[in-house]
Each structure stands twice: as structure tokens, then as C-alpha cells.
């Protein structure tokens, strides 16, 4: 019998807790943590694709290039996707090997270097709108702004960060390899922060573009394409409320997709925070739909996904 599959899309910044711990000796130990209870997943029976973010970590790398920019050739924002792979990947895929080694689990983990395809043509190009890097205060913004032609935006009242393009993605290139590996036993990490971004050119040829992709939407499409059984969004509450913050404040346990669709549509999760892990979730069991497939979504807390799982705790998103 298969194994139920679940695509489980960790956020980059639950990789920093906070500004004084955001060295990658940090990132480490906030990685050995989500790691605990991803691994609760493979234990009760779960095949694995991880996928995560990494805006915090693409900025530092930006940053540090254009910081030695005297030196060195800058690195480009595919590039920098593409490290940031690398990195996180390898964070992930070392802290995995070791929870499983300690609970006796013998599975292999590998991390995929990872392209998505998007539409040259997507008005994202035109608009950049996707936060990356750190926070900063207006003044120095604004001087990044003239320096270096960076667009901004002020995010969720947390301070201004660059803004980038950030197309709709398409196709992960590689998700057939990601499914036989899978089949093989393998959990996969995979589509780090969205994916790079990649055109096909009119000879088919891959080209990279200065762009990001929303992980989550890139994990859902991801989801889709591998047939999974459950996209699991972490985050940092254990429930999807509405009128959040408001006295009216209501937790929610379970959501059709009709349901989630009206509350979007009354602008009830915010544009730049709970909106795109709904919307996310909503295409994948869209999609899983129109595939002849029964699958769910999941919104919860990292702590919480045991329980979760269980119907215990979180947010369930179902046809």
C-alpha cells in the first residue's frame, strides 16, 4: 500500500526568529526545531517533499554583493535563488538525517537544486510587488532606492524592504525527478524559495530571470504535479482566524473550498499575510479536483502539526 504524500511548505522566515539571531548558526537551530516535528510526519506514516522560503536569506545575499561590489562581480537574483537552494537545502537535509537517525528511521533525504518556469510575458515583470531581504527603516530605503534603483514597499508594518518581480510559476522543471525519487524511498527538498525562475526561450532553451516566485504558490503547483495527498503550510499560529485582531476574532478548523473562496473574497486573511497560503491552497485542491483526486490543505503552526494531523489543532481546507 502507498504511502499517503504530503508536500510541506516551510517559510524562510521561520528560519530567523528575530534580528539578533539571524547568523546561520541561528538558522541551524531554528531548522533542528521545525525538523522535530516534520519528522513526527515520517513516523506516522507520511512520504515527504519539503519545500521553504528563503526572501530573508536571498537579501542577505544580495546584500553582501552589492556591499562588495568593489571587489567582486555582483551576483544575480536567480543566482542568488539558486545558493540559497544550496544553503537551506543543506540545513534542512542535515538536520532531517539526523532526527531520523535518532528515532531509528532509516530514509534517505536529498536536496534538489530546483526551476520553475514562468511566462516572460507575466505583468509581474512590469509591477515588482514580492518583499525580499531585511527590514529597514525609511531613511535607509530610500537611500538604497537612489543608490541602487531598488522599488519598495513598507511591509506589514515591520519596516520597508526591496520589492522584485514575482511571476506566476507555471511548471517545476524537475518535478518528474522529484516524483521517482519519491517512488524510491527519498524524502525531497525541493523548490527552495519558489523555485529559480526560468523562461523558455523560442528554441527551448532555459534561461534564467531576475526574479522570485511565492513559495507557497510554487509548492502548491508543485503539490499538484506530484499528485499529492496534502499540502501543509506552517506558520505561526495554529489556526486561520477571521476578524483577526478585532474582538470578533474567530479560529477556524475546517474550510470548504467554497467557503475560503467567499472569505478571501471579503478580504478576511490580509493581502500580505494568510491571503496567499488560502489562495495556495485552494489551487492545489482545485486542481487535485479536476484530477479526479480527493486531497486537502492544511494551515497550522509547526508545533501544532502532530496534532494537526489528528484533527486536533489547525486549519483544514477540504473539497
Not at 536569506?57 to 544580495?62: N, P, R, S, T, Y
Not at 556591499?67 to 532531517?96: H, N, R, W
Not at 509591477?127 to 506589514?156: C, H, S, V, Y
Not at 483526486?293 to 509547526?302: C, H, Q, V, W
Request: aromatic share 6%; proline share 5%; hydrophobic share 40%.
Amino acid at each position: 500500500m502507498n504511502k499517503p504524500l504530503a508536500v510541506v511548505a516551510v517559510g524562510g522566515n521561520a528560519l530567523i526568529q528575530d534580528d539578533r539571531r539571524n547568523s546561520i548558526p541561528d538558522q541551524y537551530d531554528a531548522v533542528i526545531e521545525s525538523v522535530e516535528h516534520i519528522t513526527d510526519m515520517v513516523e506516522a506514516g507520511w512520504d515527504l517533499v519539503l519545500t521553504h522560503g528563503n526572501g530573508p536569506q536571498v537579501g542577505f545575499i544580495l546584500r553582501r554583493s552589492e556591499l562588495a561590489s568593489g571587489e567582486v562581480a555582483p551576483v544575480p537574483l536567480d543566482y542568488a535563488v539558486g545558493d540559497t537552494q544550496g544553503a537551506i537545502g543543506y540545513m534542512f537535509q542535515k538536520a532531517l538525517h539526523n532526527a531520523l537517525a535518532r528515532r531509528g528511521i532509516h530514509k534517505p533525504v536529498i536536496a534538489l537544486v530546483t526551476q520553475t518556469r514562468v511566462s516572460e510575458e507575466d505583468d509581474a515583470f512590469a509591477n515588482p510587488t514580492k518583499p525580499i531581504g531585511a527590514f529597514l527603516d525609511e531613511a535607509t530605503a530610500r537611500e538604497r532606492q537612489q543608490q541602487l534603483g531598488w522599488t519598495l514597499m513598507e511591509d506589514a508594518g515591520r519596516g520597508w524592504r526591496r520589492t522584485v518581480p514575482s511571476p506566476s510559476p507555471l511548471e517545476i522543471i524537475e518535478h518528474n525527478t522529484i516524483a521517482q525519487l519519491v517512488k524510491q524511498g527519498y524524502i525531497v527538498i525541493a523548490c527552495g524559495g519558489g523555485g529559480i525562475p526560468v523562461i523558455r526561450d523560442a528554441q527551448q532553451q532555459l534561461k534564467g530571470v531576475e526574479a522570485v516566485i511565492d513559495k507557497d504558490r510554487a509548492s502548491a503547483l508543485l503539490a499538484s504535479q506530484l499528485q499529492a495527498d496534502l499540502l501543509l503550510i506552517p506558520t505561526g499560529v495554529e489556526k486561520v482566524a477571521i476578524n483577526f485582531g478585532t474582538p470578533r476574532q474567530q479560529w477556524l478548523d475546517t474550510l470548504t473550498v467554497e467557503q475560503a473562496q467567499a472569505l478571501v473574497q471579503e478580504g478576511q486573511f490580509g493581502v500580505g499575510s494568510m491571503q496567499p497560503k488560502v489562495e495556495a491552497i485552494l489551487d492545489f485542491v482545485n486542481t487535485s479536483q479536476q484530477q479526479g483526486k480527493y486531497a486537502s490543505g492544511l494551515i497550522t503552526s509547526p508545533q501544532a502539526i502532530k496534532a494537526a494531523l489528528s484533527h486536533q489543532s489547525g486549519t483544514w481546507i477540504t473539497p
